[in-house]
């Protein structure tokens, strides 16, 4: 029977799995206690929460919360990084903490609901965040409507301009 501790952070867990745009699991075996500190101060600056949490317990959140296929994923030493808002963010600081010290390997991604192995990492790595990729969007298609006031703004000044001194030759 399960005790009362391990029902909650089984359910915390799927609150988060069930919440978070990005999960990514990643080995720690090999980091020191001060390493996977600055890893935790590093994750949050990004807005992500890191969490150590038993593979079974995180085998059963991930089940209710409709996940498969994290078995071969949740072996050994696993912390899981969460991230409600940019699903990119988890990747790009690994990204960064590994380059110093490669001990800490990612091992499996849920991204937007689906569930990844190690490859689709790189990828998200390299991504922008969800806020760059919205401005440089926006900027993309206001760059266009500019142009065309700019363009209409100058014929118009042209045409007024014209306008202007045909009446100055008629007086």
């Known amino acids: 029977m399960p005790n009362q501790a391990k029902i909650d952070i089984v359910s915390e ?3 988060k799995l069930e919440n978070s745009s990005g ?3 990643a080995d720690y075996k090999g980091l020191s206690v001060a390493k996977v500190t600055e890893l935790r101060k590093n994750f949050k600056a ?3 929460e890191y969490k150590v949490v038993k593979n079974n317990l995180t085998k059963i959140a ?3 919360a409709g ?3 994290l078995d071969s994923i949740l072996v050994g030493q696993i912390g899981l990084a969460f991230s409600e808002l940019d699903p990119t963010a988890p990747a790009r600081v690994m990204k960064r903490f590994i380059k110093d010290d490669n001990s800490l390997s990612v091992v499996g991604i849920i991204f937007e ?4 192995d190690a490859a689709k990492y790189e990828e998200l790595a390299d991504l922008p965040s969800k806020e760059e990729l919205l401005s440089k ?4 298609l206001s760059s266009p409507m500019s ?3 700019g363009t209409l703004s100058g014929t118009m000044s042209g045409l007024v301009g014209a306008l202007n001194s045909l009446k100055e030759q008629k007086n």
């Open 62 to 64: 991930a089940k209710n």
């Open 23 to 25: 999960v990514y699991f």
């Open 113 to 116: 609901g689906q569930v990844f």
């Open 13 to 15: 867990v799927q609150g």
């Open 67 to 69: 996940y498969e296929g």
């Open 46 to 48: 990004e807005g992500v």
């Open 147 to 149: 142009k065309l006031v």
């Open 137 to 140: 969007l926006v900027g993309g």
